[in-house]
């Protein structure tokens, strides 16, 4: 097994409140994404929370690929996005793909400030 992992904390994010606030827009955007670099989304889920009156709130989302996922979760109140987006490279290598996906998401949220982390994970065993 071998893959690449992009965790980012996005802090006051410029996007449009309703990409952190709206479970719909957010999983549109999510799963759109994913499939315009090359990514193959499998499924989705994506929950609105919401506040005591019921006005929406933040959302939290996964979209299942087959080459492994992408998370997403929204603070509206600080305007604030966590990222996590994992492909594994079987197969082929799909670090620039999540590469990719992680750019197009950052340039469409538009964060202040970002704080990321890239962990390559596990190894490619030589054939015997």
Same mark, same amino acid.
């Given at each position: 097994?071998n ?7 996005l ?13 719909q ?9 994913? &499939?315009s +670099?090359?990514?193959t ?13 019921g006005? @929406?709130?933040?959302v939290?989302?996964? +979209?299942?690929?087959?080459?492994s996922?992408? &998370?997403?979760h ?12 994992? +492909? ?5 290598d799909?670090?620039?793909? &999540? ?13 202040i400030?970002?704080?990321d982390?890239q962990?390559?994970?596990g @190894?490619?065993?030589e &054939?015997a």
């Amino acid at each position: 097994m071998n893959g690449l992992h992009l965790i980012a904390d996005l802090y006051r994010c410029q996007c449009s409140e309703e990409l952190l606030i709206d479970r719909q827009t957010l999983e549109a955007l999510c799963v759109s994404e994913c &499939a315009s +670099v090359g990514l193959t989304p499998l499924g989705s889920y994506f929950y609105q929370f919401t506040h005591d009156d019921g006005q @929406k709130a933040g959302v939290t989302g996964t +979209v299942v690929l087959a080459e492994s996922h992408l &998370a997403i979760h929204t603070w509206p109140e600080t305007s604030n996005v966590t990222l996590d987006i994992y +492909v594994c490279n079987f197969s082929r290598d799909n670090g620039e793909l &999540a590469r990719q996906l992680f750019r197009s998401l950052l340039e469409t949220l538009s964060p202040i400030e970002t704080v990321d982390h890239q962990v390559v994970r596990g @190894k490619i065993l030589e &054939a015997a």
